[in-house]
């Protein structure tokens, strides 16, 4: 069952959009919220994590909002750049068998043209 | 300093082959995972181990074994292969067990082809 759903799939925008990702969840093991960022031929990486005390967070040109009675979470990526085309992922942590792990939504990719 | 390092990078094999996907971090990090992408960039967890121990077993075949000699450490050796098989394999770590708020450091991946 697909656990954190990420829309879209694909995404292309012009230098200086501001392309907007959105995730939702079901049901998850505490309030962490992180976003990959993931270059061709690359291992994806952490861009930037949002915990449950502000629905708000900004980390330079990027914004994770978060609203938790929706179970959604979105990032924002203003000014965008070409060197900003990557493929985005979601996660939500999910407790199953006791144990806890990441669940990664299906990614985004984003084109930004120059 | 590479974080989190795996070889090869690329492996093309034939079907009914048995190889092995090598992960190594110097991070000081306790825990370690492999996850399997798909061709639709679909990224799922494999296995995750805490200092040598298993402790995350997904609904994998069992011609995957992971082998974690220390917790610096953490191999896939795939018995069988199968087209099927043919993905990117990233292993990456984390400080501690438990996603907790922890960022999980991914190696660069090994593609493997399957043929």
């Known amino acids: 069952q697909q656990q954190v759903k990420q829309s879209p799939q694909s995404l292309i925008v012009q230098k200086g959009g501001i392309p907007i990702i959105n995730c939702a969840y079901e049901n998850t093991a505490f309030d962490y919220f992180p976003w990959y960022q993931q270059f061709p031929g690359k291992g994806p990486a952490l861009l930037i994590a949002i915990r449950p005390d502000v629905s708000e967070k900004k980390e330079g040109r990027f914004t994770?909002?978060?609203?938790?009675?929706?179970?959604?979470?979105?990032?924002?990526?203003?000014?965008?750049?070409?060197?900003?085309?990557?493929?985005?992922?979601?996660?939500?942590?999910?407790?199953?068998?006791?144990?806890?792990?990441?669940?990664?939504?299906?990614?985004?990719?984003?084109?930004v043209n120059p | 300093d590479t974080a989190v390092s795996q070889t090869p990078k690329y492996l093309v094999t034939q079907m009914g082959n048995d190889k092995s996907i090598k992960c190594e971090q110097n991070l000081g990090h306790d825990t370690m995972y492999w996850y399997k992408q798909d061709s639709k960039k679909f990224l799922k967890i494999m296995f995750s181990y805490n200092n040598k121990e298993l402790i995350i077993n997904e609904t994998v075949p069992n011609r995957f074994s992971p082998k974690s000699p220390d917790k610096a450490h953490l191999n896939l050796h795939i018995n069988s292969l199968e087209l099927g098989d043919s993905a990117v394999y990233f292993c990456a770590s984390s400080p501690l067990a438990g996603v907790g708020d922890h960022e999980q450091y991914f190696g660069p991946g090994t593609r493997l082809t399957v043929t």
């Open chain 1, 64 to 111: 994770i909002s978060f609203n938790k009675s929706a179970k959604q979470f979105s990032l924002h990526i203003m000014d965008s750049q070409p060197g900003d085309s990557a493929t985005y992922f979601c996660a939500a942590p999910i407790t199953q068998g006791g144990s806890e792990k990441l669940v990664f939504g299906k990614g985004t990719k984003l084109t």
